[in-house]
């Protein structure tokens, strides 16, 4: 009996450490980007799916999320403003990438294309710092040819890979685009 009472502390010492770990996170993403969270055009990224099932919105939360974990994890004191904003919007291209008939012949080359893309349109709607504009520009180096040159960056771009590659294999699952 022993064992299994211990058992059942550990269990609930982990999920309240997650759900901590989680509001902290909550708290970090209304501090520094409730502007982005409230924005139509990104609510409206509910509606595209990134990878799998996953959708661009979920996508853009995990790898702010997982770049604040990295972050941490590494000690690399990123500017956490920069780090939330520029991963919430690294993939802010607004189209649903996934539709072939819809696509221009350039578009069709997303994963070149996308960052550019995704940057013209935050630039639109949101005052970006430098750093900001490089984690969007560069998030999908190698295939951006030129390597980020800022620490932040470099978190976001690993953070984007391993959720996309998470998304991609089945293992990060989400629950498909909402009707709008």
Not at 43 to 53: A, E, Y
Not at 100 to 123: C, M, T, V
């Amino acid at each position: 009996m022993e064992f299994l009472r211990d058992s059942r502390q550990k269990r609930r010492e982990r999920i309240k450490k997650l759900y901590e770990r989680h509001k902290r996170i909550h708290e970090l993403f209304k501090r520094h980007a409730s502007d982005i969270l409230a924005s139509e055009n990104f609510r409206g990224t509910r509606r595209h799916i990134q990878h799998g099932s996953m959708t661009v919105y979920s996508h853009c939360m995990n790898v702010a999320r997982y770049s604040l974990l990295l972050n941490k994890k590494l000690g690399l004191k990123c500017d956490k403003h920069d780090l939330i904003r520029g991963a919430l919007l690294h993939d802010y291209f607004l189209y649903d990438w996934h539709d072939k008939a819809y696509l221009s012949q350039r578009k069709r080359l997303h994963g070149f294309w996308h960052p550019g893309i995704a940057l013209r349109n935050a630039e639109k709607e949101y005052e970006l710092s430098d750093t900001q504009r490089e984690i969007i520009r560069k998030h999908m180096w190698p295939l951006s040819v030129v390597p980020p040159t800022c620490k932040e960056a470099w978190v976001v771009t690993a953070a984007d890979k391993y959720c996309s590659l998470m998304e991609t294999v089945g293992i990060h699952k989400g629950h498909g685009a909402k009707a709008s």
